[in-house]
């Protein structure tokens, strides 16, 4: 069992506080492309996944703007596109780092379909927050409508929209990417898969699968593909240079290699918040109990030193 996972953060893709313009994702890529690069030149398999929060949102947005002339579509359509969109920037240029590197390895990018279970209780009970903040009256308006649970959120005073986060049983297109692998073609391309944690699917009584509204926690995902896979490494990169202790007060810590035991209670303990280091973590000792063999969180400027035991967080 050989090969990594590399789970690229939505932060890694698209910097805060920029425009949010094509041409600045493009920017974002070339920065990060070149180490990837440097990383496929050494391992092989080499997997990719990514993040879609900021993208989803931004399609959310054009939904509602132009709801008068145009249908909206749901979540797991957007899903699919974030996919294509993301899939065709880091297959653009990581390409030419490819080229310029003298690596002869290419890319390719999969829509990929990830099975949840309808009786997930997530589906009762939503808890993830997308697009924008309403007014009180809209949120009013858009639970009516729509049946959307919507949510205050006190320190930003505005609603916003929850949406269920079933946990990730299989990826339907696994097997194809598996067997690319196992016919020895791991060396010669580097699959992008399961992008923004895969399009949500449920299974249907004639054996077909239907698209549902949710979205799935990529770090999740990112676990279940490795652990299809037969990957033996982890890798979920974003903006942070790990994982710390007592992050942001005072005490703070970051930790470099780092046993399972202490890092299963420090996540019981709440030292790595929900919905952004918590996922990673609880992806991350989920991938080793299954199997996996080392498993990293770092950014993208340390990665490769991180894959050399040197910096970010580390388990084994
Ligand atoms: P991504 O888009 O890569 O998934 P997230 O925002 O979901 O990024 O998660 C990364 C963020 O997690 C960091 O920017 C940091 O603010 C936050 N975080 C929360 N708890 C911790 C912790 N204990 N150690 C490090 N970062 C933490
Ligand atoms: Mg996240």
Not at 170 to 173: G, M, T
Not at 195 to 198: A, E, F, K, P, S
């Given at each position: 069992m050989v090969g990594l996972l590399v789970a690229l953060g939505g932060n890694a893709l698209q910097r805060a506080g920029?425009?949010?313009s094509w041409r600045e994702s493009r920017q974002q890529m070339a920065r990060v492309a070149p180490v990837l690069a440097e990383v496929a030149r050494q391992v092989a398999p080499l997997v990719i996944t990514h993040g879609n929060g900021p993208q989803v949102g931004v399609l959310l947005r054009e939904n509602e703007l132009a709801a008068a002339e145009v249908p909206a579509r749901p979540l797991d359509v957007l899903g699919a596109e974030t996919q294509g969109q993301i899939g065709f920037l880091v297959q653009t240029e990581l390409t030419r780092a490819l080229r310029r590197a003298r690596v002869a390895r290419s890319v390719l990018t999969v829509v990929s379909r990830t099975e949840v279970r309808p009786d997930d209780p997530a589906f009762r009970r939503p808890t993830k927050p997308v697009g924008r903040f309403y007014t009180e009256g809209e949120a009013r308006l858009l639970r009516k409508e729509h049946g959307w649970v919507l949510v205050h959120d006190v320190a930003r005073g505005g609603w916003r929209r929850l949406v269920p986060s079933p946990r990730p049983v299989?990826?339907?297109?696994g097997h194809a990417v598996r067997e690319l692998l196992r016919a020895g073609l791991g060396r010669r391309w580097i699959p992008i898969v399961a992008?923004?944690?895969?399009i949500p699917v449920v299974r249907r009584r004639d054996g077909g699968y239907d698209g549902v509204e949710a979205v799935i926690d990529k770090d999740l995902a990112a676990a279940l593909v490795a652990r299809e896979l037969g990957l033996s490494e982890l890798a979920i990169v974003t903006d942070v240079r790990g994982a710390a202790v007592n992050f942001g007060r005072s005490g703070e810590r970051w930790l470099g290699e780092v046993g399972r035991e202490p890092l299963a209670r420090w996540l019981a303990q709440g030292e790595f918040a929900e919905g952004s280091m918590g996922p990673k973590i609880e992806a991350g000792l989920e991938f080793l109990r299954r199997g996996g063999r080392r498993f990293v969180v770092t950014d993208i400027p340390s990665l490769p030193r991180a894959l050399r035991g040197e910096a970010g967080t580390r388990v084994t």
């Open positions: 920029g425009d949010g299989r990826w339907l297109e992008g923004g944690g895969g």
